[in-house]
Structures are given as C-alpha cells and as structure tokens.
C-alpha cells in the first residue's frame, strides 16, 4: 500500500533538514539545565550528528540516550531514536520516541509527521488520522498532508470525511477538474447523483469556453442512462466546435450504444480522415472497429480496406502502421504482407526499432543473411544504443564468413554494455568474438573473450565447451584441468549432447584418462543423430579406442571418419599403423 512505500522513504532524515538538526538546547517551556549543561547537551548532541553523518549508528544510539540524561524534556533525541530502533525493526521501541518527541514538540512539523507516517506503516489508521489532522489544523495550506488524509477517509469509506477533505484541498488551491471528478466520485458513491451533476455543471459555468468540460458532462449523462440529455450536449458542443475530439469520440460511443451502425461507421470515417485527433485517439478507435469486427464474425477484408485507407494518407508517425503490421500477424497472413506491412512502418519512421527488430527477426528465421545486413546496418546510425542490432549484424557476418566485419560489429556492440544490459546477450556477443579470434589464430584474445562472456554469464554452455576444447588443445596441464572442469559443467547440463560428450571425452584422453574417456565417448556416439556424420567425434573414438587396447574397435571407427572425410591423411596413417599416431 502507498502508506508503507510513503513511510519507508522518508525514514532516511536528510543531513540539516528543518529545524532538527544543529538547533540549540533553548526548547519550548522552562529551561531546565544550568549554562555548563547547555554546552555540554549541545556538545553532545552536535557529536551525535557527526557520527550520524558517518554512519556510526551504534555511537550515535549512545550519544542520543546520554542526550537524555542530560535533559528528558528535549524531543530531538528522541526523534532520531526512534529512526534508529525503526530501522533496526524495534518497532515498539520506535513508536515509542515517535510519540514522546511529537508531545513534547507539539509545534514541530517533522515530529508530528513522522509520528502519523509511523502509524500508516503499523496500520493504525485511526490514530494516523488524528495526527495529520492536527498537522492541518496548525498548518492549513499543506495539501499534501490533506492528499494523505483524503486517501485514509477513502481507505475507511467515511465518505463524509473525505468529502469535506476535498473541499479543504479545493480551498488551499482552487478550483481544478481532478477535485471535481473526485469530488463528484464521492458524491455518486453516497448515492447523491444531483449533488454530483452540480458539481460537474458548476466547472461547466466556471469555464465556458472549455468545452472538454461539457463532453464531461455529457459522458457522465450518457453513463447514468440519460441519453437524450447526453446527445443534446455533444450536439452543442459539434455545433461551436465541428470537429472537437472528445465531443466526436463520445458521440460515436452513444451511436455505438445504440446500435446505429450508419452513424457510428460515418463519424468514425470523419474522425479517421481528420488531421486534429492524435494518433492515440485513432488507435483507440481503430481497436474499438477491429474488437467489434471480430465479435461480429471477423471480416478482415472490412479492417485491411480501413487500414488501406488510412496507410495511404501522410502519417505523423509509425503507429498505425504498427498496428496494422501486428494485426496482420494475429490474423496469420502471408509472411510476404506482414514483411511489407513492416518496411511501410520502416518507411514512416526509420528509427522505429520495434519494427526493425521483427523484420530482421523475419529474415533470419529465413536463413537470409544479406538482408539482415542490410537492415542492421542503418539501425547502427538511428538506434545506436541497441545492442541487438550490432548483435545480429555480426551474427550475419559471421554466418557470411566475414569475419573481420563480424569481429568489427560485435567489438562496436560491446562499447554499448552498461549494467542495464541483457547479460544473455553480452555473453553471446563475447562468446562470438572468442570463437573469431581463435579461428584467426588470436589465442589470447579469445580467451580473454571467452572470460568476459563466462563474467556476464557464468553458464554459458555453448562457451563453457568451446573454451574447453581449444585449452585441451594446450599441452599444459594448468590448462587441461582448467579445461576439464569446464567441460564437465556441459555434460552436467545437457548429458545427451554428443558434442559436449565429445569433448569431455577427448579432455579425459589428453589427460591419460583413458577409461572415463571411453564412458563418455561412448555416450556420444549414442548420442549422435543417425543423420549426422560427424568425422571428428567418430575420429575420437577410434583413438580412445586404441588407447584403451581395443584395437579392432578403433579400427572400424577410423575407416567409418575416413568415409566421410577421405582427405583425411592423419586417419589414413592411423589405419595404416593401426595405432594412434598425433597430428
């Protein structure tokens, strides 16, 4: 509820705030202490609010509790304790002060106010209501204390109170609609509808000339089902003003509510084609036409022809256009018309970065690279802070063998990371650059790429693996250990992915583990899809398989990776020998 959030921040005291801090021993009432005690409660005091400027709570609790030795009759220090037991969470400990420092300073705002907010947190309403309302009876013109005290009459439903509330907020600061609307919500609520139009009538003769107001007068006489009298108002607002907004939206509801559907469908075609209604305004009438369109057996012949129509006209931004292109995938059309319905939404406005995203999505589910580049690369200029653009540029590249450009796009995408970005995709973005500086032979910096994607995602497997694999190509065995563990949090992960079997079972090879390396490159191979020829993982097993002396074994492995990958000298010679024999 806002009286916790309301009180939670305001338990922090800001350092000189009001009168409270810094201030003398020369209180309210008879002085109680002789000129060396003054200085001394003072001296004392100021020391409690250094250390409390340097977060010594423990000192500052102490020095307030000496403060009142030295003088109870003082409320400062009984104040500040009962900040400090409220957020240790000694909360009857913190009432407690609240209460002793707002009586013994009756006149101090601060006291009085924290006092009451202290009661809206332990939910004591009816004692925080006593409080804020001695606040407004000493300080009158404080709305905002009249604001808090208006939601805790709505909060009890003591309509009554509240009401009288408002009139005293309307008092302080005029006359304004949120008063009347709320005020007239509260009079509806006490089942008083005459004293609620008066109101709404009263802001109508204030301000003549504002007819926004007398269309408000007209929906509340349409929502009492007082129809006719609401059509005579929005007429005599059409009349002064023939193309006013609201008089023309409220009007298209009443002929909607009255199943006048020739009314209803030329006022909406008026509206539609006007220049004056905000975007937002057509929006909500184009939804109001699709809902109805729907309910009625989902013509959507009837809703491309509008959006065609409208699509045609100059736009002020990309917003129908939107619309339009997300009702078309709702409704499952061609892929073809949702791509065009995209680009128009493109057209209007270049920087559109919603519209961006879902047409490269588009074309990357399809596979076509060279039209994600091109519609990546302008994003780069409209949308520079979008790290998703630079992350499918690269990926393209990549996907296009271009690796410098990728490399190029993925380093210009990571001077975007701020800690608001998605670590998902931070990660991935490093784990591409480790694998392009290790295909250009850059080991250092692909692991140090490979570091800073497992920093933004500690589990990223695809990483996780191939971290793994190019270290236990390292004669080190730092590395291999390194490596291994690595590799071991792949299979641990994911135990029936033949890659990460694959290289947890070659990492256990070169580290002469060669039975556990023969378990998991056993649970690779049945592992591998049928359809997948993977010359490396059958390679693999041949070795462990000639390291664990199952040299028939490795033998059928070897002549298998040989069929799929003939120019293979290593696996000839290997078959040749039959043993293992390095690169």
């Known amino acids: ?32 202490l002789s000129s060396d005690d003054y200085r001394r409660y003072d001296d004392v005091f100021l020391e409690a609010m250094r250390q ?7 000192i500052v609790v102490q020095l307030l509790n000496d403060c009142i030795e030295l003088d109870s009759t003082l409320a400062a220090p009984y104040f500040f304790l009962g900040d400090y037991h409220g957020h240790a969470g000694k909360d009857s400990l913190a009432l407690a002060c609240f209460q002793k420092a707002a009586s013994l300073g009756q006149e101090n705002f601060s006291y009085q106010q924290r006092l009451a907010e202290f009661y809206l947190y332990k939910s004591d309403y009816d004692r925080a209501i006593e409080v804020f309302e001695l606040l407004v009876n000493n300080s009158p013109t404080r709305t905002e204390v009249l ?46 509808d005459q004293r609620a139009f008066d109101e709404l009538e009263g802001l109508v003769k204030k301000y003549p000339n504002d007819l926004n107001y007398k269309v408000m007068l007209g929906n509340w006489l349409l929502g009492k089902e007082r129809k006719d009298e609401a ?22 509801d009443y002929y909607q509510g009255e199943n006048q559907r020739e009314e209803e469908n030329r006022l909406m075609e008026q509206l ?8 937002s305004d057509k929006l909500m009438v184009i939804r109001r036409f699709v809902s109805r369109n729907d309910e ?18 100059p736009q002020k931004n990309s917003d129908i256009a939107d619309f339009y292109a997300s009702y078309l995938e709702y409704k499952s059309c061609p892929k073809d018309t949702i791509r065009a319905a995209w680009h128009k939404s493109l057209q209007i406005a270049p920087d559109n970065a919603m519209a961006r995203s879902q047409l490269i999505t588009m074309e990357w589910q399809e596979a076509k690279y060279d039209a994600v580049i091109e519609l990546s690369l302008p994003a780069l200029k409209y949308n520079p802070d979008e790290m998703v653009f630079y992350y499918y540029l690269g990926l393209a590249y990549f996907q296009k063998d271009r ?14 990371i701020n800690m608001k970005s998605n670590p998902e995709m931070v990660s991935d973005f490093y784990a591409i650059m480790g694998d392009i500086f290790h295909q250009k032979g850059m080991n250092a910096e692909a692991y140090a790429a490979y570091d800073s994607c497992l920093h933004w995602k500690e589990d990223n497997i695809a990483c996780l693996n191939n971290y793994a694999y190019f270290l236990s190509e390292s004669a080190d065995s730092r590395s291999l250990e390194k490596a291994c563990e690595m590799s071991k949090k792949t299979v641990d992960k994911e135990p029936q992915n033949s890659t990460y079997l694959d290289t947890y079972a070659w990492i256990l090879f070169r580290m002469k583990r060669y039975g556990e390396a023969k378990i998991y490159i056993d649970r690779a191979m049945e592992n591998l899809a049928d359809t ?13 398989y000639s390291m664990n002396g199952d040299v028939d074994g490795a033998m059928g492995y070897w002549k298998e990776a040989l069929r799929i990958a003939p120019d293979n000298k290593v696996l000839a010679r290997k078959i040749r020998r039959k043993k293992y024999v390095k690169k």
């Open 532 to 544: 997948l020829e993977n010359a490396v993982i059958i390679e693999h097993c041949g070795d462990i």
């Open 52 to 58: 409390r400027q340097q977060g010594n709570d423990s």
């Open 231 to 252: 059509l005579k108002v929005y007429r005599q607002v059409l009349d002064e003003e023939p193309d006013h907004v609201l008089a023309t939206i409220s009007l298209l």
């Open 147 to 192: 604001g808090l005290l208006a939601q805790l009459y709505q909060q009890k439903k003591d309509y009554p109170a509240l009401l009288h509330t408002l009139e005293r907020i309307e008092k302080a600061d005029g006359v304004s609609e949120n008063l009347v609307l709320a005020k007239m919500q509260v009079h509806s609520l006490m089942g008083e």
């Open 403 to 416: 690796r410098d450009d990728a490399l190029d796009a993925f380093r210009r995408g990571v001077s975007q």
């Open 296 to 313: 009625e057996g989902g013509d959507s012949l009837k809703v491309l022809s509008l959006f065609n129509r409208l699509l045609s006209r």
């Open 272 to 279: 539609l084609s006007s220049d004056k209604p905000e975007t």
């Open 1 to 32: 509820m806002f009286f916790v959030a309301g009180f939670l921040a305001l338990t922090v005291i800001p350092a000189l705030a009001d009168d409270v801090i810094l201030r003398t021993v020369k209180k309210e009432g008879v002085d109680t």
